[in-house]
């Protein structure tokens, strides 16, 4: 089982759709959680750090369930600029990378 | 330097040739990583060093790959005796803590031909 997991997508959706992406991680003990973004040949950017008590940033939510080992991002009225690979990265003794959940926003 | 700095951002060479990749990370940080990034693939990692500790090398795919890193400064990948599937770019990243979130470089595109 990969450590981190995360449905490859794409997703495709409309400018001012809500989408959710979910990520599981296999570690319980792992420490730190984030969300990062990436542009096409570009290196990955932080997007927001992902706290227990869930926690919102504009019109990105993330959240984390421990119980159940996974991490979610939620993006209210999706941009086109929100067009991008959406990364979980999960630290446990090192950051581990999930392979990204690319989404497009169309017009 | 404000951010990670990565040289040279773009290295081709020819097969059987070693390169060295360089990575500058942020001043004070004591976590520094490396990954490779194949075309349309996700990060694999490569190795991380965290302060005077020994580095974590589990990720180096074989023995023609080592990186070394001089205290919480400079690292460098090399890479012997290059392959055309070690073409691919090399990302650097940096944390000011183990648990903190990373900060990378804008990555070595390497070019085996």
């Known amino acids: 089982r990969k450590e981190v997991e995360q449905d490859p997508g794409p997703f495709n959706v409309p400018e001012g759709a809500t989408v959710a992406f979910n990520c599981t991680y296999s570690n319980s003990a792992s420490q730190s959680f984030f969300w990062y973004r990436q542009d096409c040949r570009k290196e990955p950017k932080l997007l927001m750090s992902?706290?227990?008590s869930g926690n919102e940033d504009g019109r990105f939510t993330a959240q984390l369930n421990r119980a159940s080992q996974y991490i979610s991002l939620l993006i209210r009225d999706s941009k086109l600029s929100d067009s991008a690979t959406y990364l979980c990265?999960?630290?446990?003794?090192?950051?581990?990378f999930g392979t990204g959940t690319r989404l497009q926003v169309f017009p | 330097g404000a951010g990670v700095s990565q040289s040279p951002s773009n290295k081709v060479t020819e097969k059987g040739k070693d390169v060295e990749l360089r990575c500058d990370p942020i001043?004070?940080?004591?976590?520094l990583y490396w990954y490779r990034q194949r075309l349309g693939q996700g990060l694999e990692f490569l190795i991380y060093?965290?302060?005077?500790?020994?580095?974590?090398k589990s990720g180096l795919p074989s023995d023609r790959f080592s990186a070394e890193r001089t205290g919480e400064s400079v690292s460098t990948l090399t890479i012997q005796r290059t392959q055309q599937e070690d073409s691919a770019v090399y990302l650097c990243?940096?944390?000011?803590?183990?648990?903190?979130?990373?900060?990378f470089g804008q990555g070595t595109r390497l070019t085996v031909v």
């Open positions: 992902v706290y227990s």
């Open positions: 990243a940096s944390t000011y803590r183990r648990e903190s979130e990373a900060f």
């Open positions: 001043s004070g940080h004591t976590a």
């Open positions: 060093f965290q302060g005077n500790s020994a580095p974590d």
């Open positions: 990265v999960v630290n446990t003794d090192k950051l581990i």
